[in-house]
């Protein structure tokens, strides 16, 4: 966990509002694990007074890559960020996902925006293993499949693949792989992740979830970004002891 | 870079310099020391101890506010016994000059959580939080009774020969009253300010956007608001202030010790910039050098009006 | 665009929309009508009247803070006599509802104002200002004793039979009591907030920025303290509000009506964008569009907690 | 007055720290007098969260130039704006120099960037005067002196021309120009303005100068940019009164 000022080396709007920005940082990409953060100062302004999270979407060298959609001020002043602009970037932070382990398939979900951690998930994750992602969106214009692989996509409208939410297409799919020998992995928003919980934990899937809060600091000193824990009696804090947790840890 | 002292006192404590960090901005200063290093600050507030432990409020805590933030946090803490076993032994070790802050729901928890750090050679001081507006039982309702500050004070100052710092609302019309009565029944030094009571609503659900409906604001935008506390102290009350309130920079500092701030504090700007105290040190630092002053101290209340 | 109920009530007064321009923010409405059509807006509350005219404060009146501003202007204004002869025929013509604020350093001078301004039609409403922090004489002096407010709501109260609105001072513990005292007395709404007390310092000169030393601090920053002063009076006594501060757009202008707010007023935007109350009364009509309200008065108060 | 988004032209750095922005603007740059000003907003964020005062320094067409320097954040915002960039702008405001009359020399005095507004004044005299303009600096990379006519220079350090500064260099060349037929022109620092107004008066030379103060609104309704008057018993205010004086009428 380190502090650095990262120069951007390209924003580029990959499809329609969500933007893949790339900065060189000497923070030692190389440590980071899929499924950790960066949590970036935006500009050097007083409004956004706070550091934004974003999930590290992919790790080339010393290039680090985020992807992100325009929710306020914050991602918007990001979204016109150019090349050589300084960013300060705090990161790699968090704890990410746990890609080791017998699993033989590895399945990924994605809900929008929820696909951003997942290509640098795909490269860390050994070669020997099967990789599937299922893509969610509530149209297909939502759909984001950025450097996946095996997509498979739901859309609540139906306009593309299967007709329904993401958690229903995967519950319809799963049938096709041992549930012994299967991993899922998913971020995206909060009612996914909880119909997802769900259906993991009553069925006994292995199932490591990305959760989102707001946050003010991302490394633990705060106490802002709380979530209720299953197992504990304080609350667990998502910077520090996720932002993955596995799905049974965690009341969303 | 040499020749400039940059050392304060508050009581009998002596700090290397001026810099603190605010109680519950840090933790218990593990995760903040690998961003920077304490040993060079004048001083670290802890979290909040109370006697038992609180788990806190539920989410959402925060939200982000024009130059500010709200926080509704609930004193989340080990209690007593575990900051005890688990965390003084961390902080011993950082070569940092200790302070432990302290909230209670009764007027006896504030004096027992301060009986039973007495003893602990590692804190140095204390800071007695009656300002907390984000719980029910205790904080604020301490805080905006000018009576219980001074019971409060006078309790604490019994059971310990330690520095006793009160940190004081500003959610009061005349901060001084209050400043005198820690200062009448014997603290060392006060604290201004907590953190202004504030809400947020989302306009499409209705509801708070914080759980806890009103939180503490903090930052830049509850600068001049501090400032104005500190400067009604300084020129009221004959007490050493440690000034609180949207500090970001080095020239923020500045302008606190000149409105009357014997030292001050950090708290929002530690989540943004975790290594702003050793910036703001080399910047006060530099500030002495540029102005021909000797001393630091002698910046504190050198107001002109 | 159409089938939007906009008009909301302050005791017998009916505005055709809730955007009010606050006191001190837009002078007697000249200088502003040129870049917004004054006759689309809910009212507009003219720059505090005294009896006698003020100068108000020598320079510096004003500074810039994180998203915010300091003033003291010191309540400079033509005076009783003036303002009537002038100002009034000026605003007679404007086919607006004129608020008149009055501001006074005594008992007497409040009533005597109130009194003189009375059997002017074109006023149709009175906000009694109890909490201006920029002048010695009057003004918070005022503002922080609830016993202060009682006498001059129940005196003004008596000599007009116009609608009485008291605005209160941000800069208590406990601003329930005051808005409960107001409607004890007799007055159909308050406003809230005025200005927080704040201040400034250059670190070269070590002078405040202002000349008063201190300011009132309005605009962006202090939206979160208002809000939770509206909140408080909304969930404790049953008096119409109008909410001020920091509002920027029609986003802040529902939050103040959901945390209980009848009517707003807008400060410190005007000096930035001075056509935005024509753009907030567009932008809440088109939220109850969107959210299917039919009345705007439906919202105030609708907090969900 | 009117407000209007400009699209910007340009910013140039002329010389170590001075820029000239400009924008093109629907407000009738051509109803402008020299000495006006615009209250302008750099960009949409709440910080800084006030308009900043710049005084028109030339009109071409409905091009309109602005010249500054780095004071704070505004202006360093306002340096960094790219061709194409939204300026939302106020003006013309204010009081502007009253450049009729029958003087023959129109004598102009400009300390550091109190060159702004000269330009467009230069422009606006009418041809048949003879202008001489006196710009003082600290050092010589202090002296602004685009677009003005006939310059002396002074400086503090004697780095360049007199040695001195302006109001002293003024006072040892005005024996040249016959008093009553000669009109001074000043911008810059009050206690360059205080000097030379203490030497207009106490000489009998019509004097106008430009003030400055800070400002919220710029247009007359926060009373905030307040000034001592002379002959009045009231403040003046520099947005609307002024920000151009008779030496006379104000007292800095
Ligand atoms: C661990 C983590 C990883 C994330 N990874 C990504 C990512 O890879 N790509 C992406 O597009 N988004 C991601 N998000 C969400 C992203 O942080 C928000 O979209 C962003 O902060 C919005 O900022 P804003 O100023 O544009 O929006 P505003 O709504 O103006 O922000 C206001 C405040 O709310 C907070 N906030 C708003 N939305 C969210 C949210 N969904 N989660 C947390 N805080 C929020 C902001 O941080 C800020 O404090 C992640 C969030 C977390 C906690
Ligand atoms: C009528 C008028 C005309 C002006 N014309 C020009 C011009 O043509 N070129 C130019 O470079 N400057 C000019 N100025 C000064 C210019 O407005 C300031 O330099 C600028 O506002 C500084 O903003 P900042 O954010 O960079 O500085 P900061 O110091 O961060 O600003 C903080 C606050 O102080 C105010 N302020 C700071 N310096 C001044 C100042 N000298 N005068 C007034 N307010 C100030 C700002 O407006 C702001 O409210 C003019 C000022 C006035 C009043
Ligand atoms: C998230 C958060 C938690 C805080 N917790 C405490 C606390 O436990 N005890 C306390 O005395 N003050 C607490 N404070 C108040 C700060 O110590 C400080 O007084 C306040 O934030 C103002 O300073 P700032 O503007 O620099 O943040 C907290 C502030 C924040 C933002
Ligand atoms: C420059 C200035 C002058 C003001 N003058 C008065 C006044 O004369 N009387 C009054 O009741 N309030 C006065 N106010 C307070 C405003 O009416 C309003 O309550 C306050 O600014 C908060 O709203 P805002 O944040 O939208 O500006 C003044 C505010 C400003 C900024
Ligand atoms: S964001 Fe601060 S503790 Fe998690
Ligand atoms: S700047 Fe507002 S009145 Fe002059």
Not at chain 1, 7 to 32: N, R
Not at chain 1, 138 to 164: P, Q
Not at chain 2, 186 to 197: F, K, R
Not at chain 2, 279 to 303: A, F, M, P, R
């Amino acid at each position: 966990m380190i502090e650095k000022n990262a120069i951007v080396k390209s924003v580029e709007e990959i499809q329609k509002g969500i933007f893949i920005l790339k900065v060189e940082s000497e923070l030692s990409a190389l440590e980071a694990t899929p499924g950790q953060f960066c949590n970036i100062k935006v500009d050097d302004s007083l409004t956004p007074l706070l550091r934004r999270p974003f999930s590290i979407c992919d790790v080339e060298g010393n290039i680090i890559s985020f992807q992100f959609n325009i929710v306020g001020e914050g991602t918007k002043i990001l979204s016109q960020k150019k090349k050589g602009d300084i960013l300060n970037i705090i990161g790699p932070l968090g704890v990410g996902f746990n890609y080791s382990g017998n699993y033989e398939n590895a399945i990924i979900i994605a809900g929008g925006i929820g696909a951003a951690p997942f290509p640098f998930l795909i490269e860390k994750i050994p070669n020997n293993k099967n990789i599937i992602s299922f893509c969610g969106g509530r149209t297909k214009n939502d759909i984001i499949s950025y450097k996946l692989k095996n997509v498979i996509t739901s859309t609540d409208d139906g306009s593309e693949g299967f007709h329904g939410n993401v958690v229903e297409l995967l519950e319809s799919e799963i049938h096709k792989y041992d549930k012994a020998k299967t991993k899922i992995f998913a971020c995206g928003p909060n009612p996914m992740l909880r119909a997802l919980s769900k259906f993991t934990i009553e069925n006994g899937y292995e199932c490591e979830i990305s959760t989102e809060s707001v946050m003010a600091c991302g490394f633990g000193i705060c106490q802002g970004c709380n979530v209720e824990g299953v197992h504990s009696d304080r609350f667990l804090l998502v910077c520090k002891d996720g932002p993955v947790f596995n799905a049974e840890d965690v009341k969303l | 870079m040499s020749g400039v002292d940059l050392s304060v006192k508050i009581g009998s404590l002596v700090l290397q310099n001026p810099v603190m960090l605010a109680s519950g901005t840090v933790g218990y200063g593990n995760e903040i020391s690998e961003y920077t290093d304490l040993s060079k600050i004048g001083g670290i507030v802890t979290k909040s101890v109370s006697l038992h432990p609180r788990k806190g409020n539920p989410p959402t805590r925060i939200t982000e506010t024009a130059s500010g933030m709200l926080n509704a946090i609930g004193l989340a803490n080990v209690g007593l016994e575990e900051f005890i076993k688990t965390k003084i032994p961390f902080l011993k070790n950082l070569d940092s000059t200790l302070i432990c802050n302290i909230a209670a729901s009764s007027i006896e928890e504030y004096v027992e959580c301060t009986k039973a750090l007495d003893s602990e050679e590692t804190v140095k001081a204390f800071e007695i939080n009656v300002s907390c507006p984000n719980v029910k039982d205790g904080g604020l309702i301490f805080g905006n009774d000018v009576n219980n500050v001074r019971k409060i004070t006078a309790k604490v100052r019994a059971v310990t020969n330690k520095p006793i710092i009160i940190k004081l609302s500003p959610n009061t019309a005349s901060i001084k009253d209050f400043a005198q009565a820690a200062k009448d029944e014997g603290a060392d030094a006060v604290s201004a300010i907590n953190t202004l009571v504030g809400t947020a609503f989302d306009i499409y659900t209705k509801k708070p956007k914080i759980k806890n409906i009103t939180g503490g604001l903090s930052g830049p935008a509850i600068k001049p608001v501090a400032l104005a506390k500190v400067l009604e102290i300084s020129r009221n009350v004959d007490i050493p202030i440690i000034g609180i309130g949207g500090i970001m920079n080095w020239k923020d500092a500045v302008e606190f010790m000149i409105c009357g701030a014997t030292a001050i504090q950090l708290g929002t700007v530690n989540f943004i910039n975790p290594n702003a105290s050793e910036e703001i040190i080399e910047g006060l630092k530099n500030y002495c050098l540029e102005t021909n002053l000797s001393k630091i101290s002698d910046l504190t209340g050198s107001y002109l009006i």
